[in-house]
Structure formats: C-alpha cells, structure tokens
C-alpha cells in the first residue's frame, strides 16, 4: 500500500465550466478522506476518476510512485486493486449473503479452502456470520450495506471508494453504520476515500475532510481543524452550526477574536475599516446583562436545551443556545465569547 495522490486534477465533459478543476490531494496510507461539497461539485466525478471509471483531462493519480492515471494513460478498474461501495448496494438478488461476498474472488478464480476463509472473515468483520445463507430481500438496509462492504474486504483492496453509501438509511441507522464505516476501517486498514454532501458524516467519519465548491477544492484538514479554522465563507457556513456576520473590522482584527476585541466591533462602527466576515459558533454566544441588545426572533426547544435565533441592532441574525426559555421578541443582550475571521 501507499499512498494515494491526486495531482492537480482536472474533468472537462466538453464546453462550459470544468466538473474538477485542479485538484491536488494526498491521501496517507490507511487515512480516511471524505469528499465533502454540495450537489454538482464534483466529487462524485473524483471519485469514478480514482476508481478508472472516468480519464482525467489534465493532471494525474498516483498510488505511490505508480501512475494510475492521466490525460494521456489509464490503468484498467480492475488493475487498480481498489473497490467501490455504492449507495444502492448492488448485490445480486438471486445469490445468498455469502455468495454475494464471495462473488469477487470468484471472478478471480479462488476457489476452496481459501474461498471459505476469506469469506468467513469478510462476513465476521461486518458482523453477519450468522446471516451467510439469507438473500439480500431478507436483510434490512443496514444489513444490506455490511454485505457490499464485506464484498469489498474480501479482495483486500488498498483503496475503498464510497458514493454515499448512507444516503438511503434513515437516521437512526446512519448512526449505527458510521460506527460500523469506522469498524470497518479500523479493521481493514484500507485507504478510504467517502463521497457526502452530509457535514456530520464527513466530521464524525475521516480523519481528513476536502471541502469543495463548483469544481474547486476549497480546504482541506482534520475535521477539529476545519471546525476551528475554516477558510472563507462557504467552508465556515458549512461546517458545524454557527452565523457569519458582516463586520467593520480594525486593520490588524486577529483570526481568532475574542470579547474585548469584538465588544469595539459591535460598539464603535469605524466607517473607515474594512468590512470582514467573522463566524459565531452558538456555543460562544452567552446571555449578558452588559452585552449586545439582540432581540429573540425565534425559540426552538431541542430537549437538553432551547436554540435560539437573535437579532442584532442591525439585523443581522446570531445562533444562542438558552436553558431557559426566552419570549419571542425580548430583549437578550449578549456577549460573544469568541469569533473566527474568514
Ligand atoms: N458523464 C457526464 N457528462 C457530462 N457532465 C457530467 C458527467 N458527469 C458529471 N457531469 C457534470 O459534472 C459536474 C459535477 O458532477 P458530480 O456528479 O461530480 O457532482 P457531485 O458533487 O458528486 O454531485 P451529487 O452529490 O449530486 O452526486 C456536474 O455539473 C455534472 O452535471
């Protein structure tokens, strides 16, 4: 195993903008990246481009010093010792559970004792020993979903490429099988690589997360990392729960700001310092006598605690979170903890 290695990455399909558009990435080896971005952003494409489906039309993949792809040179899916799990599984519905895992080392003709093993591992991984003989029709959908990863374990791939493969379970099950994705590549030490347009699977999953916009690779970093420090308005406003405010910063505004700083902000407007972004996290927003007026616009209780959404003297609206319950329309003065500039 090795490294996995996108080097400014580019897919054009024809005229108009490109579906990637220079990409460079470095995956460790057995590290965990999600592909995280909204809807036409691109990763998709990434991903089919990693596994062979699709040719890059500039830059390159590499696995270590090996060369998967480029404009000019493909090495076939099935050479590159990778496997993919899809988001509607696609098992075979005539097989049975074990047939269905086994199926990969049939096409490459294992067969015997060592078929039997190979299987009876995959299948204990995922935790489904005891279903070797159901057929799909007979298993839940998070069931379903462990088949096609043992499917995937028993080739032994270096690289495992995820299209949403949570995308059809409801929530409850989400939870259950983001465990069983960690299990999973705890236990195979593979290479991950998960496309989702869900930012808490992303944070709660990889050990890495590439945010991207249109093409484009905005950031990349450990989930805490990019929690703490994301890189401009769109990571920040898709990352975590927070309020990006429209601010008069002072020319010298740190990254990270705190109250002394911030209480000038919202007290002297300087109309002669630059306007910046800056992201509140609810958590750091405190209910304070001496603190900004904001007004309750809306209250919503979430069980352990109210959400809260609060207007600033100037309209803009900042996220709180309140044991107590709070009057739509009271005053509720606040003091901003802390503040990340974009
Ligand atoms: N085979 C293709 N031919 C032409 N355009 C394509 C093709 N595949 C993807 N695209 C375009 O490339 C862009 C990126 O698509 P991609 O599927 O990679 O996005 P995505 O981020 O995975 O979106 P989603 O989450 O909706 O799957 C889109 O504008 C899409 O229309």
Redesign the pocket.
């Known amino acids: 195993m090795a490294k996995l290695i996108l080097n400014r990455l580019s897919k054009s399909?024809?005229d108009g903008k490109p579906?990637?558009d220079d990409v460079s990435v470095t995956i460790r080896e057995g590290g965990f990246l999600a592909l995280l971005?909204?809807?036409?952003?691109?990763?998709?494409?990434?991903?089919?481009m990693i596994a062979g489906f699709?040719q890059p039309t500039d830059g390159a993949i590499l696995l270590g010093e090996r060369v998967l792809a480029d404009a000019g040179s493909m090495v076939p899916p099935e050479r590159r010792n990778m496997a993919m799990v899809f988001q509607s599984y696609a098992l075979w519905p005539h097989m049975t559970v074990a047939e269905n895992a086994g199926y990969p080392l049939k096409v490459r003709g294992i067969s015997g004792e060592r078929y039997r093993r190979k299987v009876a591992d995959a299948l204990a991984t995922v935790r489904l020993e005891s279903y070797a003989e159901r057929r799909p029709s007979e298993l839940s959908g998070g069931q379903r979903q462990r088949v096609a990863l043992a499917r995937c374990l028993v080739t032994e791939p270096d690289v495992v490429l995820l299209d949403?493969p949570l995308a059809n379970l409801d929530r409850h099950l989400r939870q259950e099988m983001e465990e069983t994705f960690r299990e999973f590549h705890a236990m195979s030490g593979a290479t991950m690589v998960y496309?989702t347009?869900d930012q808490s699977e992303a944070m709660a999953l990889a050990t890495d997360v590439a945010v991207?916009s249109e093409?484009k690779l905005l950031q990349i970093a450990p989930p805490a990392e990019l929690y703490a420090r994301p890189e401009g308005k769109l990571v920040g406003g898709l990352v975590g729960q927070g309020a990006i405010l429209s601010v008069s910063l002072p020319d010298n505004a740190p990254r990270s700001m705190e109250w002394s700083q911030l209480q000038q902000v919202f007290t002297e407007t300087d109309s002669t310092s630059a306007i910046g972004d800056i992201l509140v996290r609810p958590q750091d927003v405190i209910h304070d006598a001496d603190g900004i007026p904001c007004r309750v616009a809306t209250i919503l209780y979430e069980g352990e605690r109210y959400a809260l959404r609060l207007t600033l003297p100037d309209g803009q609206v900042l996220r709180a979170y309140s044991r107590e319950p709070a009057a739509i329309g009271s005053l509720f003065p606040v003091v901003i903890r802390s503040a990340w500039r974009l």
């Open positions: 399909f024809g579906a990637v971005g909204p809807s036409g952003c691109g990763k998709t494409t990434v991903l089919r699709e949403e496309v347009h991207m093409g």
